[in-house]
């Protein structure tokens, strides 16, 4: 069982920087993949970038590429996002998830544990 806590969301203004941070409980976070998640009033959940086991491998949306950064670091149980140049279009709850490595990791269902959430507001 892992139990995942998001922070760092907030308001931001358009090109604007944030930093979401997700603390994860238990012993075992080493052994998940982890992702994040977002979703947008009136959208379905989406896909925005995951981290293998070791940290080595990452993989984006193509909406987020080159602006967003996910890392981890096992010995703080923690993974990060690091978003940059904001758009309005980011705007969203976005949720940490951590899953095993098995298939794509940009299937919301490969993920066996979620976070409830933080809220990130971007004004234009």
């Known amino acids: 069982q892992v139990q995942l806590v998001e922070s760092g969301g907030g308001l931001v203004q358009a090109g604007g920087s944030l930093r979401l941070s997700c603390a994860a409980s238990?012993?075992?976070?080493?052994?998940?993949?982890m992702g994040w998640f977002r979703r947008a009033p009136g959208k379905e959940r989406e896909f925005v970038a995951a981290i293998s086991r070791s940290g080595d491998s990452t993989y984006y949306a193509d909406s987020v590429k080159g602006r967003f950064t996910i890392s981890r670091d096992n010995a703080k149980n923690t993974v990060w996002l690091q978003m940059n140049s904001l758009k309005p279009e980011d705007a969203a709850v976005y949720y940490c998830?951590?899953?095993?490595?098995?298939?794509?990791?940009?299937?919301?269902?490969?993920?066996?544990?979620w976070g409830q959430g933080t809220q990130v507001t971007v004004s234009s």
């Open positions: 998830a951590a899953g095993p490595p098995i298939g794509t990791s940009m299937m919301a269902s490969n993920y066996a544990y």
């Open positions: 238990g012993r075992t976070f080493s052994t998940y993949r």
